[in-house]
């Protein structure tokens, strides 16, 4: 699984790091999401298409 981010379209909702806190993280100063693991393994392949699917800015695309 690959995770891709548009970085800049990001409005730091947290929702992401809600559903998969193994994967994202935001940052301090402007909430902006941090990828702590751009091919998280199998077990998170539920959870990254839950944050894909949350995230109001549809910023998360998930690939194979």
């Known amino acids: 699984m ?7 379209k990001c409005c730091g909702a947290g929702q992401c790091v809600l559903a998969a806190p193994d994967v994202f993280d935001q ?9 702590l693991d751009p091919h998280p393994p199998a ?3 539920e959870n ?9 800015a ?3 695309k998930v690939g194979q």
Do not use: H, K, M, W
């Not at 690959?2 to 800049?8: E, K, L, R």
């Not at 940052?27 to 990828?35: A, K, N, Y």
């Open 27 to 35: 940052r301090d100063d402007d909430g902006v999401v941090v990828l």
């Open 48 to 56: 990254v298409r839950q944050a894909a699917a949350l995230c109001p």
């Open 2 to 8: 690959n995770i891709s981010i548009d970085f800049d």
């Open 58 to 60: 549809a910023v998360i």
């Open 43 to 45: 077990e998170q392949e």
